[in-house]
C-alpha cells in the first residue's frame, strides 16, 4: 500500500475515509476489505463487507492517481466498478482514464483527497 494513501482523509465532496493496508472504510456505514494492492497499476481490488448499504459481498476495483500542485488536495481516486461478481472481474475492469481526471470515471470527476489533520484537546494533567 503506497504511504500517501495511509490515514485519515476526506474527498471534495466532504465524505470522510479511513484507509489502511487492509481497509478502505467510507465513513460511516461502507467498507471494502483490501485484498490486493497494486502500486505499479494505482488500484486496488477489495471484498464488499456484507454490511454495506448496497452491494454487500460484491467486489470493487479503486483506481487512484497522485495530484501535485493542488493543495490541499493530494491524491483523487474512482470507484471504476463498485459490483463485479467476482474478484477476477473486478480485477480485469478496464481502469479509469487517469488522463482525463475531470472525466475519466465513468463520465465522471475523480472523487480528490486530503488528509485530515487531528484536532486533539490538549492532554490532561
Not at 32 to 44: A, P, R
Amino acid at each position: 500500500m503506497p504511504t500517501m494513501l495511509v490515514g485519515d482523509f476526506e474527498d471534495d465532496y466532504g465524505i470522510r475515509y479511513h484507509l489502511s493496508p487492509d481497509l478502505w472504510h467510507q465513513r460511516p456505514d461502507s467498507r471494502y476489505h483490501v485484498v490486493q494492492w497494486d502500486s505499479v497499476g494505482q488500484y486496488l481490488i477489495a471484498r464488499n463487507d456484507a454490511t454495506n448499504p448496497a452491494d454487500g459481498n460484491l467486489w470493487t476495483r479503486i483506481d487512484w492517481l497522485p495530484l501535485e500542485g493542488m493543495p490541499p488536495w493530494e491524491w483523487a481516486f474512482c470507484l471504476t466498478v463498485w459490483n463485479a461478481p467476482s474478484e477476477d472481474e473486478a480485477r480485469e475492469t478496464a481502469p479509469a482514464d487517469r488522463s482525463s481526471p475531470r472525466t475519466g470515471c465513468g463520465g465522471f470527476p475523480f472523487s480528490r483527497m486530503r488528509r485530515m489533520v487531528e484536532t486533539g484537546s490538549a492532554p490532561g494533567p
